[in-house]
Structures are given as C-alpha cells and as structure tokens.
C-alpha cells in the first residue's frame, strides 16, 4: 500500500473492517467518493485494507463565514443561551448553532461562494459542513430548527449527489444547484426559484415519500406528509412606490395585495446582492413601515407567502434617502398664525450649516414661489410688505460636504401662514420651544439635548409624543437638540444639531431665544 506524505490530507490507521467505502462516509460525509481515496492511495484492491497500515484522506474544512451580520445575531449553545454575538468575519465551525432577533440577519458563505441568508427570528444548526480541495467534494447540512432562511447554492459538478440539505423537523431539501427558500413555523415550507430542489420527509425506512420541485414550484410539509406542489406566487407590483424619500420621519411602501396571500417578507439591503441587509421583517398587510435609514441608495425586496406559508417570487425596488443637512425647526410664526406683511420668519440654526434657502408660495406644491432667498447667513427672514393673503414658508440648510462642496439639504415640511395687512410686524418666539411639521399624527421622537456637538454629554434627553420641543426650564445657554423617530421599540437614525441658545436678557425676569434678542 502506497502512503505519500500529502499536506492536504490526514492519516487514518486501519483497523479491522475498514474499507473505503465507509472511510469515505466517515470522514468525507458521502461514501460515493471512494474511487477518489483508492486513486490518491494507488490502492490495487479497495475491498481489502491491510489493518495497521495507513491510507491518507483529503484533509476537509469544517466552517462557513460570516459574510455579514446585522442586529441581533448569536452564537447559542444547546439550551438556547448567548455564548457570545456573531459578527462579520467570524468563522462558524460544523456543530454551531445560530440565532437571530427581530429585524436580525446573518449571511453565511462557504467555500465554494455558496450563501445561506438567515432572516429574522430563526434558528438553526450546522450539522455539517464539509469541503475539501482534493475530491472536490463537499457537503452541507443546516438543520432549520425554526425561521427562514434564503439560499443560493453554487451548482455542483455533473453527477454528483446533492450536497446541500436544509432540514426542518418535518421536511428534508436537498439540492445540487439552485436559489430556494425554506421556512418552519410549525410545518416547513420550501419554494424554488432558479434550478431544482428535491423534497423528502425525515423519516426511516428506504421509500421516503418525496417531490421534486422545478423553478416557479413550492411544497409544504407537515406531520401528516408532504402537500400538493404548488405554484409560486407572482412577484408584487412595486412600479408605483416612491424612488425618493427626503428626510423622512418614516418609511411608508404600499403595494397592491396579491390574491391568496396571507403574509408578505420583506427586506431592505444597500447592495446588489442582497446580501448585506440592513432591514427585514414581515407584515400581515401589503404595506411596509419603517424608521428611516441613514443617506444613501438602498434595495426593497418584497415577497408574498401563500396561504400554506410557501414564498412567492420576490420583487425588488430601488430607492434613495435624503436627510442631510437636516432641515431648521421653526420659531416663528406658528401654523395657520395671522402675522403683519413686515414680520420676520425665524427658525433654528442646525449645526454645521453655512447658510439657509427659504421660500414662501402661494400653493403647499410650491409651484408659485413669491419669496426664493438662497443666501440667508442666519436662519430668519423680514418680510417686505407681503401682500394680504394666505401663504406656505419652508427652508432649508446648507453645509459643505466631505469633498467641500456645498450640499443643499431637504426642506422642511410646508407651514400654512395668514398675512394680514392690518396685523403689526412681529418676531416674537416662545423662549425655548421649536417646533416642526409632522407629515402623521402619531410619530413619536427621542431628543437628545447636549452642550457638545458630539453629544459625549448630555444634559437631557425627552421622549416627545408631538413635533415641538420645549427647553424652557433649561438653565441660560447654547444647546444642541438631535432628534430621532420612533417607531415601537426601533429608531431611526439622529438628525443633524439644531441650536437652541437661551440667554438671560433684563425683560422682566424671561429668558429670551438667541433670535428674540436684540443684535447690533
């Protein structure tokens, strides 16, 4: 028996019964192999192994990588108790077991670029992971103990066996090459949308009752057996949501149902791959609401899920956020507030800003701009003598950049105001309060209030049920005020500084906004 040293292989001593027949379902997951093990050990006779002697094994890599992970991410042990958070770049051995929170995702990738996305609140188990560069071999195995999960596998060679299995305590799919889904929530769904997946019950004996499904095919299994092969629900119709959100408090998407749904998916990523996503959950409604994200160009992919939880085809929409340099908040005049044609607009400062555009209409589409003043160094504007009439004011900041060019940001929600001739000039503003226009009735906020731009300090921070800030009982001074939304327990991302400074001023014992006192 010839026996080479080899560094990509182990050394096995015979022992009595041995063949290469379950030497290869040993150690390489598949007894199928064998041919390879006699070729690499020029064994004349693979039936007959002399115990004692030695026959090398192609040496197999035993993990999957974190390709990506977000939110709530976990290594468990048995029990289900943290052993430590999974985060990119971790290497997640054969036997790991995985859990992921609510609006949680883990991507895992093989060797060989295959990707199993894990979608939130599931729980699964590697059972197996095995690769090897010699017999260009592999073998996977993810038990699903419960969850989701979205899988591209690479395609094997011609005429190997399956080397990818999901498992779920009532289902067994296997596959060679191809993009499918699997679900378990109380019976296992699986549905194919590129190649072939074949599905089996997890149960003894040699005739497993079985199906094979083809793209457009999906099947669930419950106690009681595996379903009729179903076909796959149409992708939703996401042509009519918005493209361009400009600094939203929320994310809102609604698209029209699809008949016999029952549940939709849906997921939110920055790359083309969808691999590394930064948002994902499900909604019983054909509609979507989030918190907002941070700047930048993201990817919604949707799904519906059929009355037997099977996934449809997926649908996927390209969209923008825009919130930065945040827009002022607005002192003065309230809405709907009858002001003379000569009073001034006053707003907040926002961190950062070198200058502000403000513009009055005579419609809330500001089609019919009357005031367009992009230069403003401070954030206020006089009016000059603005005829009777009702109104709508918006302005906007304008910072420099990273590359130093000047950004223009968002504007703020459009204010209806009422100019009366008969009414005096006014610039007066509640010390201390701000306010701002909220396109819902029942956003809620969380401000942090800090002397620091960088809010290493803070010396409040509120929880607001209404678009307005009260800082009345602050003591004198500059305060920085970031805000965020809301929405059950997430939140979205802060917004730029805005600036409130209280100064003490002799008016009958009242402090006064930086914009109310006097200037020289």
Not at 327 to 332: A, D, G, K, T, V
């Amino acid at each position: 028996m010839h026996s080479p040293a080899q560094a990509d292989t182990i050394q096995h001593t015979v022992t009595p019964g041995d063949n290469l027949y379950n030497l290869a379902e040993h150690y390489l997951g598949t007894p199928h192999v064998w041919p390879e093990l006699q070729a690499i050990n020029h064994l004349a006779n693979p039936h007959r192994l002399q115990p004692g002697t030695i026959v090398l094994i192609p040496n197999i890599s035993s993990s999957a990588n974190a390709s990506f992970a977000y939110g709530e991410v976990a290594l468990v042990d048995e029990a289900g108790n943290t052993l430590k958070p999974i985060v990119q770049g971790d290497s997640l051995p054969e036997g790991s077991r995985v859990r992921t929170g609510n609006n949680s995702y883990l991507s895992l990738e093989f060797a060989d670029g295959t990707v199993t996305r894990i979608l939130s609140n599931t729980s699964i188990r590697l059972d197996r992971v095995r690769e090897n560069s010699v017999t260009k071999q592999s073998q996977r195995i993810i038990y699903l103990e419960q969850g989701n999960t979205d899988i591209s596998v690479t395609p094997a060679a011609k005429r190997t066996p399956n080397h990818f299995k999901v498992i779920t305590p009532q289902a067994v799919a296997a596959v060679r090459g191809t993009r499918f889904t699997v679900n378990a929530d109380g019976a296992s769904a699986t549905s194919v949308t590129q190649g072939k997946v074949q599905v089996q019950q997890p149960i003894t004996g040699k005739r497993k009752p079985e199906a094979q499904l083809e793209a457009g095919q999906g099947i669930a299994v419950t106690d009681d057996g595996l379903g009729k092969v179903q076909t796959l629900l149409a992708a939703p119709d996401l042509s009519q949501l918005p493209v361009a959100f400009a600094e939203p408090e929320l994310l809102q998407f609604d698209w029209p149902g699809l008949d016999n749904s029952r549940e939709y998916q849906y997921r939110i990523a920055q790359d083309e791959d969808m691999q590394k996503i930064l948002w994902n959950a499900s909604s019983n409604s054909a509609s979507a609401t989030l918190p907002s994200l941070q700047d930048g160009e993201y990817l919604l992919a949707v799904r519906a899920l059929d009355l037997q939880g099977i996934s449809g085809y997926e649908a996927q929409h390209r969209f923008t956020i825009h919130s930065h340099p945040s827009s002022p908040w607005l002192l003065f005049p309230q809405p709907e507030q009858t002001i003379g044609s000569n009073s001034t607009l006053s707003c907040t400062p926002v961190a950062g800003a070198q200058a502000y555009h403000l513009q009055i209409a005579s419609d809330s589409e500001f089609q019919q701009v009357i005031v367009n003043v992009d230069n403003l160094h401070q954030c206020r504007y006089q009016l000059d003598s603005l005829a009777a009439g009702k109104y709508y004011w918006r302005v906007a900041s304008l910072a420099n950049d990273t590359s130093g060019n000047l950004n223009h940001g968002p504007y703020s929600q459009p204010v209806n105001i009422t100019v009366s001739e008969t009414e005096s000039a006014s610039t007066a503003a509640t010390p201390g309060q701000a306010y701002w226009i909220s396109p819902r009735q029942d956003t809620r906020y969380v401000a942090q209030v800090s002397h620091s731009t960088q809010f290493d300090a803070l010396v409040t921070e509120q929880q607001l049920d209404k678009p307005e800030i009260d800082l009345q009982a602050l003591p004198t001074g500059r305060y920085y005020v970031r805000l965020a939304t809301l929405l059950g327990n997430e939140s979205g991302p802060f917004s730029d500084a805005r600036i409130i400074e209280i100064e003490q001023q002799d008016n009958g014992g009242f402090d006064r906004t930086w914009f109310d006192k006097p200037k020289p």
